[in-house]
């Protein structure tokens, strides 16, 4: 069984910076695809961002250039740091690992951006 736990999520004020974690456990390989992506009530999934096992990442206009995501394979953990936060960043992230054509995900993490 595979599980997918995200934190670091929580309150802060615009301009502010955030560091996400997320762990991934059990019968899974770290060298799969693993990224982020943020859902506001009422909304669609928005993807955020993504690296691959060799670490080719992939971000949205919305956030480059302020998000930056990392990884260890070793640890099958995946970062997602979060600069000069906006309002419009505010929003429950979820972490996934993806296995071939299954993605696995986590309940998910709080982030408010708010003054």
């Known amino acids: 069984q595979v599980q997918v736990v995200e934190s670091g999520g929580g309150l802060v004020q615009p301009g502010g910076s955030l560091r996400l974690s997320c762990v991934v456990s059990?019968?899974?390989?770290?060298?799969?695809?693993m990224g982020w992506f943020r859902q506001v009530p009422g909304s669609q999934r928005e993807f955020v961002a993504t690296?691959?096992?060799?670490?080719?990442?992939n971000y949205p206009d919305s956030v480059r250039g302020r998000f930056t995501i990392s990884r260890d394979n070793a640890k099958k953990t995946v970062m997602l740091q979060m600069n000069s936060l906006v309002a419009e960043d505010t929003a429950a992230y979820y972490c996934?690992?993806?296995?071939?054509?299954?993605?696995?995900w986590g309940q998910g993490t709080q982030v408010t951006v708010s003054s």
């Open positions: 059990g019968n899974i390989s770290g060298d799969n695809d």
């Open positions: 996934f690992i993806q296995a071939g054509t299954r993605q696995y």
């Open positions: 690296i691959t096992a060799a670490g080719r990442t």
